[in-house]
């Protein structure tokens, strides 16, 4: 008996399964509020401000009404972040002089800087980014300024941007800072160009009003000066000339003079 109860069991189970479930589901009203909600969503925005670390971007946010219509659009400035790897910067700084660099640009400085903290490391002398190479570097703010600068300040400097709520590094840059003296190199490259070079760097610069025009009168004066000269040259060549064939030509009488008087 228990074995027949089993096998009709067995039998009834594929049939249960097989059977059509039937739902039924009562009707949905939605409120006549819902109905005429206007709902506020972003409709357009700009990439990131950077391509490394904390920026901001701008956002476009209109109301959008049940029909589809756009009202009351408005501008917003987010932030955003990007790649946490910045990679390495390089500089060359004259010693004794003034120089500064920083973690963070200008935008997140002005608007929120607050929510983040820097961490320095040095590698003192070396333009390196192996990170078993570094120091800890006390500075206590994003920003590094020198004034004077010395040649113990050459290195490559790493900055950690943190999230103060979470401690999560969101950048990491690398500055690289040569030192170098001035009695053994001359920087003020503009002074060691050319005039058409000179020219050619205010006319792309579109600076061209008033330094173009005293080198233009520099450039004519001493155009002039050379000419003068070539010619104050000339006519000393010429003089000379005349000189040397008025001499000759005396040469040569006496001694036609002589060889008549012989005869």
Partial sequence: MKTLRNSLILRILPCAFCLPLVVSFEAVTIPAELKSAVVKVIVNTTSCSVTCGPGFKLEELCE?????????????????LADWLCGLLHFTVPVGSSFRFSCLTSDVINFGSRAYSCTWKLAQGLIT?????????????????????????????????????????????????????????????????????????????????????????????????????????????????????????CCLRRILARRAAEK
């Fill in 64 to 80: 959008i009404t049940p029909a589809g219509e756009r009202r009351n659009c408005t501008l917003r400035r987010s932030d955003c």
């Fill in 129 to 249: 980014t192996n990170d078993m190479l570094f120091r800890p570097f006390k500075n206590p703010s994003c920003v590094i300024r020198f004034s004077p600068t010395r040649e113990s300040d050459a290195g490559t400097y790493q900055c950690d941007v943190q999230v103060l709520k979470t401690s999560r590094i969101i950048k990491r840059v690398y500055f690289g800072v040569r030192m170098i003296r001035n009695d053994l190199v001359d920087l003020n490259f503009q002074k060691f160009l050319t005039w058409e070079q000179k020219l050619a760097a205010n006319e792309a610069e579109g600076n061209t009003a008033n330094s173009t025009r005293e080198e233009m009168q520099e450039q004519q004066h001493f155009w002039q000066r050379r000419l003068f000269y070539e010619c104050l040259v000339g006519v000393g060549s010429g003089v000379l000339g005349v000189v040397l064939v008025t001499v000759a030509l």
